[in-house]
């Protein structure tokens, strides 16, 4: 949906699209120079790049993404 975290192993010129809609980028591989990380920069929104573990997060799950401080924090909703 719009707005949502999209969470990525790596980022390609073929994630584009769904970035496009995205409210924040979890990447598992790259850098400041990835792809993630530029499209993000350009579209205003948070990403984080290099999250060990990023592909155990749910679908669904609630996460807080920080892209200054470089965090991905999951929320607790108290379930």
């Given at each position: 949906?719009?707005?949502?975290?999209?969470?990525?192993?790596?980022?390609?010129?073929?994630?584009?699209?769904?970035?496009?809609?995205?409210?924040?980028?979890?990447?598992?591989?790259?850098g400041m120079?990835?792809?993630?990380?530029?499209?993000?920069?350009?579209?205003?929104?948070?990403?984080?790049?290099?999250?060990?573990?990023?592909?155990?997060?749910?679908?669904?799950?609630?996460?807080?993404?920080?892209?200054?401080?470089?965090?991905?924090?999951?929320?607790?909703?108290?379930?």
């Amino acid at each position: 949906r719009d707005g949502d975290v999209v969470v990525v192993p790596y980022s390609d010129a073929s994630w584009t699209p769904l970035f496009l809609r995205a409210g924040a980028i979890v990447a598992e591989s790259g850098g400041m120079l990835s792809h993630s990380a530029i499209l993000a920069r350009e579209l205003a929104i948070p990403a984080v790049t290099s999250v060990r573990g990023a592909l155990a997060l749910r679908d669904g799950e609630l996460v807080t993404v920080d892209g200054s401080l470089g965090a991905v924090l999951r929320v607790d909703t108290g379930d």
